[in-house]
C-alpha cells in the first residue's frame, strides 16, 4: 500500500496546514466552517443511530453521538426528519474534466474511483486536491492508463487516444506497473475483454500476462481490478490474482465454484448495474429524469446521455437479471459489493445503482454500505466513507430514511466536503 501511504502522507500534510489556518481563523469565526447537525438519523457507514448530533470542525468530523456538547456559537442545522450519510465513493467512474467532478459532488458523490482517463487532467486534479481539497468536486483516484494488449479494448473503438500503453507479455509487467505509478496511478486496471459479448472476438492478455501483472502491483502495494463482462474472464482474473472485479458479469449465473472461489480470493465486485442496464434499455434513464428529485437538477446534455440508445447488441432484460442474481450470491457469501456508475452522467446515476441493488436483493442499508464504507475499505481509504470522529466532513444530508427507503437518497437538502457546502444550481 506504499502508493496510499504517500497519499494519506501528503492528506495529513494538507490537515496539518488546515490546522495552522485554523488559528488564524479563529479571528474571523464567519471564515469557520464548524456547524453541528442535531436531532438526526445518522447512517455512519455501517449502522443507524436513531437520533444524534454531528459537529464538525473546520474540515473534520469532530464528534457523533447522541450527547455531543456544542461549541457556544457554532451554527446549528436543525435535522428533524432527516439522515445524515457519508458523502458517497463512486467505484467505477471515468472523469475527462473538471466539470465531471463537480456534478459528482452535486449529487452527493465525493470521492471517484476512475478507472481510466487522461494523464494530463488527473495530474492536474491530484495537484489540486492534495493542495486545496477542491472542496466543490469529487475528489478523483484514477488508474490512467488500463492495462491491454496491442488491438485490444478499449483502444480498438478509441483509435483517436493516442496515449495508449499496451503489455502484450508477462515480460512487459513490470515496466507497464510500474509507468502506472510513475505517471501516479492509485490503482491497475487490467481489461478483460475478449469483445465476444457483443461482437468479433479481440485479442486480450493471455493468463500469464495478468498473473504477472497482479503479482508486481501488489509487490509495490497496488491493488489491480479487472473489467471483465463474462465469466470465464472472471474466473481467468481472480485465479491470478486481482483484488476485485469493476463490474459483474453479465453473460450467465454465477457457479457455485466462482463464487467459492472469490471467497476465497477475497474480492471486491464492483456491480455497475446501471452501466449494465443502460446497454439494454433507456427505461432507468427516464426514470431518473422523471423522479421530482433529481430530473430539475439535471442539464440537457445529461438528459440526452441518460436517454441515449445503446448500440445494438444481444444483450436483453435477462441479462440484466442475472448481473443482479450475481450480485446478491455474491454478497450472499460475503463478497463486499460497491457500487459504481461508469455512465458520463456523474453523480446522479448512483442513485439508480443503488436502486438496482436494492432491487437484486440487497437491504437499502446494504446498498448505502456498497456506497460508502465498503469502497472505502476496499480500496483502502480510511480518511472516508464512514461519519466518525476524526475523518473527513464529507457529508450528505437527505429527508427522510434511505436505510428504509433508498430513494430517499435523491432528496438532498444539503452536502459537504471537507466541511464546505457543494453548491447545487438548478439549470
Ligand atoms: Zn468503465
Known amino acids: 500500500m506504499t502508493r496510499h501511504y504517500t497519499l494519506m502522507t501528503s492528506l495529513a500534510l494538507a490537515f496539518t496546514l488546515g490546522t495552522t489556518s485554523r488559528s488564524a481563523e479563529a479571528a474571523h469565526p464567519t471564515c469557520s466552517q464548524s456547524f453541528a447537525v442535531t436531532n438526526v438519523r445518522v447512517f455512519d457507514g455501517d449502522k443507524v443511530l436513531v437520533k444524534a448530533t454531528v459537529l464538525v470542525v473546520d474540515d473534520e468530523i ?107 507479455s508477462p515480460q512487459g509487467a513490470k515496466k507497464f506497473v510500474k509507468d502506472r505509478i510513475k505517471e501516479g496511478a492509485n490503482h491497475l486496471k487490467i481489461m478483460l475483454e475478449d469483445g465476444t459479448l457483443t461482437g468479433p472476438p479481440i485479442p486480450v492478455l493471455s493468463d500469464a500476462t495478468i498473473a504477472a501483472l497482479t503479482k508486481e502491483a501488489r509487490k509495490r502495494g497496488m491493488l489491480s481490478m479487472a473489467h471483465i463482462t463474462k465469466q470465464a474472464p472472471a474466473f481467468s482474473a481472480v485465479g491470478n490474482g486481482v483484488d476485485g472485479l469493476v463490474h459483474v458479469f453479465v453473460d450467465e449465473l454465477a457457479t457455485a465454484q466462482f463464487v467459492k472461489l472469490a471467497v476465497a480470493k477475497g474480492i471486491f465486485v464492483v456491480g455497475t448495474l446501471g452501466a449494465e442496464e443502460s446497454f439494454i434499455t433507456t427505461d432507468g434513464g427516464a426514470a431518473i429524469i422523471a423522479d421530482p428529485d433529481l430530473g430539475p437538477y439535471l442539464t440537457e446534455l445529461e438528459k440526452e446521455y441518460l436517454l441515449f440508445p445503446a448500440p445494438p447488441s444481444v444483450l436483453t432484460l435477462e441479462n440484466l437479471q442475472i448481473a443482479q ?98 453548491e447545487r444550481a438548478l439549470p
Not at 396 to 421: F, S
Open 325 to 422: 442474481d450475481n450480485v446478491l450470491a455474491l454478497h450472499d457469501a460475503g463478497v463486499p459489493i460497491l457500487a459504481g456508475t461508469d455512465l458520463a452522467t456523474h453523480g446522479v446515476s448512483i442513485h439508480r445503482d443503488l436502486e438496482l441493488l436494492v432491487d437484486a436483493g440487497l437491504t437499502p442499508t446494504q446498498a448505502l454500505v456498497a456506497a460508502t464504507s465498503a469502497p472505502a475499505d476496499a480500496f483502502g481509504f480510511g480518511d472516508r466513507g464512514r461519519i466518525a470522529p476524526g475523518l473527513r466532513a464529507d457529508l450528505v444530508l437527505v429527508d427522510g430514511d434511505p436505510t428504509t427507503d433508498i430513494l430517499a437518497t435523491r432528496a438532498i437538502r444539503k452536502i459537504w466536503k471537507l466541511g464546505v457546502e457543494v
Open 62 to 168: 469532530a464528534a457523533v453521538g447522541p450527547n455531543v456538547k456544542i461549541p457556544q456559537g457554532t451554527p446549528t442545522i436543525d435535522g428533524a426528519g432527516a439522515t445524515l450519510m457519508p458523502g458517497m465513493l463512486d467505484s467505477h467512474a471515468h472523469a475527462w474534466q473538471r466539470g465531471d467532478l463537480e456534478r459528482a459532488a452535486q449529487f452527493g458523490v465525493t470521492t471517484e474511483f476512475d478507472m481510466w482517463s487522461d494523464l494530463g487532467f488527473i495530474q492536474a486534479m491530484t495537484a489540486e486536491q492534495e493542495s486545496t481539497g477542491a472542496p466543490d468536486r469529487a475528489d478523483v483516484f484514477s488508474a490512467i492508463h488500463p492495462a491491454t494488449v496491442t488491438e485490444g479494448y478499449p483502444y480498438n473503438w478509441t483509435p483517436d487516444v493516442i496515449e495508449s500503453p499496451t503489455v502484450d
